[in-house]
């Protein structure tokens, strides 16, 4: 496991570590581009997040079909062409060489669909790909295994379903895989780790469930993991980051409650710790996705449908902070920032608060960074030494 350190702010030659608060791990972000909604769908590629379809079920149903581009580095979103399958939610998706795959879903006649469309970023187009061969389905899980796109369970004409297949967009053609182990259901949370699989949570026949799952391409088998900590849940979010898987929010059976609180599987030691809440409210069908290390959720509903969108970065809280002692000045700056006391070469980025990288390069020994033309406000230099395994956290100013 890779030992986090984080350097204070302070304006002396010599820095302590000194923790930033937990509370930054959320940041909230521009609102949603389209309306208010839950059970949306939500995918990246490359630095671009997208976010579409849904559905708002109270007083008056609406249905969307509309898809939305978010960039991180200006907060920004940006309509981009409807889905090709029309008004649809609780679709899922996946993302393969920089081409986005969305499918499956229920539509404004309560019709449940097994087609799939990708999503071409370059021309903003989408295309139809070969159909799901399962049952029509909604509340489907999905995920990605070297190049293959993983889509299984959902909630059918024929009830909760386990069946899983896999996707080879090189051929355009869907093939069988084992059954999921776990019982049916729909609304579980799927990612992938290390060519492996992981499905987990979700609604079964009568409950939620807090179970987990891990898939093994190479021997096409499901074996049973830790559980998602002590309560069930269903509809709920999830993701990878820098070897983490994590799950939080959702809701318990009987629709009560709408959990905020987040779960960080370790892969290596297969257990579940329990991290800082989710800041925004307690809610159910938050969608989410992953650009360069840091996440990105939002929509749902907790009773009223939300647009509200954040930005999470465990790289922000103070989880296994141990102290260091290290050189870089001045801090505040104004045109530059010295670094010294570091014994080898090291990678290094440099983000804005709002996670937006301005800088990326190697550190040696005695380097300095030209701040001239960066904007005044607070920045996170982040550097991983491959030899000690470390990786090092430090904020500092730009006057």
Same mark, same amino acid.
């Given at each position: 496991?890779?030992?986090?350190?984080?350097?204070?702010?302070?304006?002396?030659?010599t820095?302590?570590?000194?923790?930033?608060?937990?509370?930054?791990?959320?940041?909230?972000?521009?609102?949603f581009?389209?309306?208010?909604?839950?059970?949306?769908?939500?995918?990246?590629?490359?630095?671009?997040?997208?976010?579409?379809?849904?559905?708002?079920?109270?007083?008056?149903?609406?249905?969307?079909?509309?898809?939305?581009?978010?960039?991180?580095?200006?907060? !920004?979103?940006?309509?981009?062409?409807?889905?090709?399958?029309?008004? +649809?939610?609780?679709?899922?998706?996946?993302?393969? %060489?920089?081409?986005?795959?969305v499918?499956?879903?229920?539509?404004?006649?309560?019709?449940?669909h097994?087609?799939?469309? +990708?999503?071409?970023?370059?021309?903003?187009?989408?295309?139809?790909?070969?159909? *799901?061969?399962?049952?029509?389905?909604?509340?489907?899980?999905?995920?990605?295994?070297?190049?293959?796109?993983?889509?299984?369970?959902?909630?059918?004409?024929?009830?909760?379903? %386990?069946?899983? *297949?896999?996707?080879?967009?090189?051929?355009?053609?869907?093939?069988?895989?084992?059954?999921?182990?776990?019982?049916?259901?729909? !609304?579980?949370?799927?990612f992938?780790?290390?060519?492996?699989g *992981?499905?987990?949570?979700?609604?079964?026949?009568?409950?939620?469930?807090?179970?987990?799952?891990?898939?093994?391409?190479?021997?096409?088998?499901?074996?049973?993991?830790?559980?998602?900590?002590?309560?069930?849940?269903?509809?709920?979010?999830?993701?990878?980051?820098?070897?983490?898987?994590?799950?939080?929010?959702?809701?318990?059976?009987?629709?009560?409650?709408?959990?905020? %609180?987040?779960?960080? *599987?370790?892969?290596?030691? %297969?257990t579940?710790? $329990?991290?800082?809440?989710?800041?925004?409210?307690?809610?159910?069908?938050?969608?989410?996705?992953?650009?360069?290390?840091?996440?990105?959720?939002?929509?749902g509903?907790?009773?009223?449908?939300? +647009?509200?969108?954040?930005?999470?970065?465990?790289?922000?809280?103070?989880?296994?902070i141990?102290?260091?002692?290290?050189?870089?000045?001045?801090?505040?700056?104004?045109?530059?920032?010295?670094?010294?006391?570091?014994?080898?070469?090291?990678?290094?980025?440099?983000?804005?608060?709002?996670?937006?990288?301005?800088?990326?390069?190697?550190?040696?020994?005695?380097?300095?960074?030209?701040?001239?033309?960066?904007?005044?406000? !607070?920045?996170?230099?982040?550097?991983?030494?491959?030899?000690?395994?470390? $990786?090092?956290?430090?904020?500092? !100013?730009?006057?």
């Open positions: 496991m890779k030992k986090l350190l984080q350097i204070g702010l302070l304006s002396l030659t820095f302590w570590c000194e923790s930033i608060q937990a509370s930054e791990q959320w940041i909230q972000r521009a609102n581009g389209g309306a208010a909604r839950h059970r949306c769908t939500g995918f990246s590629i490359g630095n671009k997040g997208y976010i579409g379809g849904g559905h708002i079920n109270s007083g008056v149903s609406v249905y969307h079909e509309d898809y939305w581009q978010y960039d991180p580095s200006s907060d !920004s979103w940006t309509q981009i062409a409807d889905f090709g399958g029309g008004k +649809r939610y609780h679709s899922t998706a996946f993302t393969i %060489d920089g081409v986005g795959y499918g499956m879903g229920e539509d404004d006649n309560d019709t449940y097994n087609d799939f469309y +990708r999503y071409i970023p370059q021309y903003n187009i989408w295309q139809p790909i070969a159909n *799901y061969p399962g049952n029509p389905r909604r509340g489907a899980t999905s995920f990605v295994i070297d190049g293959w796109g993983y889509v299984g369970t959902g909630q059918s004409d024929f009830g909760y379903e %386990d069946d899983f *297949y896999r996707y080879n967009p090189d051929d355009d053609q869907w093939y069988v895989i084992t059954n999921f182990l776990g019982e049916a259901r729909s !609304s579980a949370v799927g992938s780790h290390n060519n492996k *992981y499905v987990g949570t979700g609604h079964i026949w009568g409950d939620d469930t807090k179970d987990f799952y891990e898939y093994d391409p190479f021997t096409n088998s499901w074996s049973q993991k830790a559980d998602v900590g002590p309560i069930n849940r269903q509809d709920a979010t999830g993701f990878v980051l820098n070897g983490y898987g994590y799950i939080g929010t959702g809701n318990d059976v009987d629709g009560e409650l709408n959990f905020e %609180d987040f779960w960080r *599987y370790d892969f290596e030691n %297969d579940w710790t $329990q991290i800082e809440d989710f800041n925004g409210q307690g809610r159910r069908y938050m969608v989410s996705f992953t650009i360069d290390n840091i996440a990105y959720a939002g929509t509903t907790d009773g009223t449908n939300l +647009r509200d969108f954040w930005m999470f970065n465990p790289l922000l809280g103070n989880e296994e141990e102290n260091i002692e290290i050189n870089l000045y001045p801090n505040p700056a104004s045109s530059y920032i010295e670094i010294s006391g570091i014994k080898n070469t090291v990678s290094a980025q440099i983000r804005t608060l709002s996670g937006q990288k301005i800088w990326e390069g190697e550190l040696s020994p005695n380097s300095r960074i030209n701040l001239e033309e960066w904007p005044t406000g !607070s920045y996170i230099l982040t550097a991983y030494s491959e030899l000690s395994n470390t $990786q090092l956290i430090r904020r500092f !100013s730009k006057q």
